[in-house]
């Protein structure tokens, strides 16, 4: 472990960016450059004490999750990211794997994504990261399973939609999956638990149908604010195999009136 470049690492790069990169309004003029300290602990859900201690080289080393969790809030490219687990003594992430780093551009455009629903992840359905409105409306969904596994397995996950949409939206799902498949994602895992798991799957999935979720209507039955109707639009990085997913309320419905409902709940 390097604590010395380590230190000079994360202050260069906490130093480049500017509150609005990571979506954070400006508190007035700054007498440093850049973010505050304490503003990169927040983002990276970590003591100010602790990252203060790792920019002064005075802090044990720290942990992968640690280190996935400073990628994502000073918006590290993959090559940053690999130099800081080196840096901090551990072995950079295998690119070869899917894993949970989200491409910077990817995290700028969620940043400044306020007033609507929006969460990026995986091709495979797992939310890597969701702004609040997204969870708001879906729930907090980050760490848990695929929403394509969650979808055919646990009946819980179909009570937020019209029963009258379910058969689309199983469809839908098993379309997207077999042309992420078809780009080179390794979705078979994926594909034999559900197999096992749900004849509905199974039955889907040997139609052979083939169509990315780029743009469809959606509808949620949220438990407080009722009947939510979205236009979803994904925005798909195929170098990283990961979407940014955003929701706008369908224009002549009251979902925008209850979404900035939802909003002002959240805040409180």
């Given at each position: ?11 260069v ?47 044990p ?44 551009a990817?995290l ?145 419905t ?6 900035a ?8």
């Amino acid at each position: 472990m390097d604590t010395k470049q380590l230190a000079d690492f994360l202050r260069v790069r906490r130093e480049a960016l500017a509150p609005k990169d990571v979506g954070l309004t400006g508190n007035g003029r700054r007498r440093t450059p850049g973010l505050r300290r304490e503003e990169v602990a927040r983002l990276a859900d970590i003591s100010t004490d602790y990252y203060t201690r790792m920019e002064q080289d005075r802090a044990p080393q720290p942990s992968p999750g640690v280190l996935k969790a400073i990628t994502r809030a000073l918006r590290l490219s993959l090559d940053e990211r690999d130099h800081l687990f080196r840096l901090a003594g551990h072995p950079a992430p295998d690119r070869r794997r899917a894993d949970d780093h989200v491409a910077p551009a990817l995290l700028g455009a969620l940043d400044r994504l306020h007033d609507v629903p929006a969460q990026v992840m995986t091709d495979l359905g797992v939310t890597l990261v969701q702004n609040d409105l997204a969870r708001a409306v879906f729930g907090d969904l980050v760490g848990r399973e695929s929403v394509v596994h969650r979808w055919f397995t646990d009946p819980a996950a179909r009570a937020g939609y019209p029963v009258a949409d379910h058969a689309a939206e199983s469809q839908a799902l098993v379309a997207d999956l077999r042309a992420a498949a078809g780009r080179g994602v390794d979705a078979q895992a994926l594909v034999d638990r559900l197999t096992r798991e749900s004849p509905e799957f199974a039955a889907l999935w040997r139609l052979h149908e083939v169509e990315v979720m780029r743009n469809r209507r959606k509808r949620i039955l949220h438990p407080s604010a009722g009947l939510l109707e979205f236009d979803c639009t994904a925005l798909l990085d195929e170098d990283r195999f990961q979407l940014l997913a955003l929701f706008s309320p369908v224009p002549g419905t009251a979902t925008a009136d209850r979404l900035a409902l939802l909003g002002l709940v959240g805040a409180e």
